[in-house]
């Protein structure tokens, strides 16, 4: 459903960048963008906790469950984002980027993570073997999800808006850091599946695969920095934070070496619909990761900053990369494979036209952005509307590609309610009968 | 052994974020926020601004970035309250009042004075790294 609203509201978002004047009376892109943003953030981290609480039975070779207490955490979590809707909808805001809602709003959101949090952590501690990969993701995630959404919430302490430059650099401290939060939650999540899916238990326990956790935990921790490379604060955080980044060269690396064993991988799990998202996933990792290092260059970075490069890079990680795990991890937890060929059908089509529709947006924000990026930087176009104009036909390719990634992820997402649906009705008959 | 090297890590990160949190406002020029700062700051973040406009280029695509509009040549305060006031085809009426108004101009110029979002191309080094201190 979040995904389903994420789509919609982006779909009308930008439609409201393209035409103002139309949408500025009864829903204007001030109150769409809170909207979309929240809808998809929510999809990606109630996904991901949706699949650690399922998967954690199994990993956790748990004899019982906290259902009580991960009822609670469930209730506030989608509680509170109903409440959060319902702030856009009066146009109540909070103004923080990710977190546009009234900050008061926090509360609830801090309160049921900790209670998510209580649960995992005291079943964790019940595993006394030695721990994959993927258990650590999930608990890096977790973990750090809470530091960093408290750290994201400081501004409220009068001290941390003493300064302006101090303000800007806290706060993108945090949300670079909490998007590295919930990817380690979903690549764990991927490679969990990718151990069920593949029968192969070892490539969450190799040393390579633990050397690039610690890679990629480093790059959470320092590698924020590149979100303010032009802010006048201290600069070595600027240059911790390039040289960090610049360690991702590495994983980049290892994905062409790898590129003819995947070739492989996938001849043998191509038939499985999950496979499908998980490789269709690594595409996209390649391909953001190639656009994250070049920005992550602050000569580059200073032509793709505040350009439709950053809404690129941000759009492709979020949909091609986060979306893709959630829905491969979705649909194993649904036995999609099990379904009717119909249904099979629907859904493969739908990813191919998801596929197609993603690499037209993404490229069409790239370009954008190399526009926006060339004309302020190299013309020196200080007119903004006369900057944005060659901007603005790219956009609209953006909006019609748009067109084409809501038709595809919702069919499948629609699919999925249906196979939901479906099993809750077996089930309640199954319990019916005994 | 990766428990260690957690340790280590979230040790460093622990430190290091300490050492962000004291030393990244760099001096402070732009000096502590007055009432009407604060004030034009919360109306920022009420009317959410910063879903169409940047500081520092970090925001929404839909406007222009408000880092240096107040010492924009061609834009005074004058200019900036009579275009908050009646917005223009692409920026709805916020219908703010003259006091809001006054106080987000206020907020606008405190951060005028925090530096320039825009890096000049002599600021950039062979390293591909910026030199921000390097004056024009």
């Not at chain 1, 191919?352 to 926006?372: D, E, H, M, N, R």
Request: aromatic share 14%; with cysteine.
């Amino acid at each position: 459903m979040l995904l389903i609203a994420a789509l919609l509201f982006g779909l009308l978002a930008s439609f409201a960048f393209l035409y103002p004047g139309a949408f500025n009376k009864f829903l204007p892109f001030y109150q769409l963008r809170p909207f979309h943003v929240s809808s998809a953030l929510f999809w990606i981290i109630t996904g991901a906790t949706a699949g650690i609480i399922y998967y954690k039975k199994e990993a956790f070779n748990l004899s019982e469950e906290n259902e009580k207490t991960e009822s609670s955490f469930i209730v506030l979590w989608i509680g509170t984002i109903l409440a959060i809707f319902l702030c856009y909808a009066l146009r109540l805001f909070g103004g923080r980027e990710y977190w546009e809602f009234p900050p008061v709003l926090s509360i609830p959101l801090l309160a049921g993570w900790m209670i998510f949090m209580i649960s995992y952590y005291t079943q964790l501690a019940k595993l006394k073997q030695a721990k994959p990969l993927y258990i650590w993701m999930w608990s890096t995630g977790i973990f750090f999800f809470l530091i960093t959404f408290v750290e994201q919430n400081l501004w409220q302490i009068p001290w941390f808006r003493s300064s302006f430059l101090k303000e800007i650099t806290v706060q993108w401290k945090a949300n670079g850091a909490i998007v590295g939060a919930w990817n380690q939650m979903i690549y764990g999540t991927a490679l969990y599946l990718m151990v069920k899916i593949s029968n192969n238990k070892t490539i969450a326990e190799s040393r390579k695969a633990f050397s690039f956790y610690f890679l990629g935990l480093t790059n959470l921790m320092f590698n924020w920095g590149h979100h303010i490379y032009n802010v006048p604060a201290a600069s070595w955080i600027r240059d911790i934070s390039y040289i960090i980044s610049m360690t991702e060269w590495v994983i980049f690396i290892s994905i062409i070496k790898d590129f003819r064993w995947k070739l492989e991988e996938r001849d043998r799990l191509k038939h499985l619909i999950p496979y499908r998202f998980i490789i269709a996933s690594e595409f996209w990792v390649f391909v953001n990761l190639l656009l994250a290092l070049l920005m992550s260059i602050p000569a580059i970075n200073r032509y793709t900053h505040g350009t439709h490069i950053t809404v690129a890079h941000a759009m492709g990680t979020t949909i091609g990369i986060n979306t893709m795990i959630l829905l491969g991890s979705l649909g194993y937890m649904l036995d999609v494979d099990e379904q009717s060929m119909r249904l099979k059908r629907t859904i493969k089509n739908a990813n191919l036209l998801t596929q197609v529709s993603l690499g037209i947006f993404w490229l069409s924000l790239v370009v954008a952005g190399i526009l926006k990026g060339y004309r302020s930087v190299s013309l020196n176009i200080v007119d903004f509307r006369e900057m944005m104009k060659p901007v603005m036909i790219a956009m609209t390719v953006v909006s019609v590609s748009g067109i084409g990634l809501m038709v595809g992820l919702g069919t499948m997402a629609v699919c999925y309610l249906l196979i939901s649906k479906k099993k809750s009705i077996g089930i309640e008959l199954q319990h019916g009968k005994s | 052994m990766a428990s260690k090297i957690f340790i280590f890590l979230f040790s460093a990160f622990a430190a290091y974020s300490y050492i962000v949190y004291i030393s990244s406002d760099k001096g402070n020029k732009e000096g502590t926020p007055d009432k009407h700062v604060i004030a034009g700051w919360k109306t920022w973040q009420d009317k959410n601004c910063q879903s169409c406009h940047q500081l520092y280029g970090l925001g929404g695509y839909m406007g222009p970035d408000l880092t240096n509009i107040v010492s924009q040549p061609g834009r005074n305060t004058a200019y900036l309250l009579s275009f908050i006031k009646h917005g223009s085809d692409k920026m709805p009426d916020f219908e703010l009042n003259e006091t809001q108004s006054g106080d987000l101009v206020s907020f606008l110029a405190w951060v005028d004075k925090s530096g320039k979002s825009k890096v000049r191309e002599d600021q950039v080094n062979w390293s591909g790294n910026y030199m921000l201190d390097k004056p024009n």
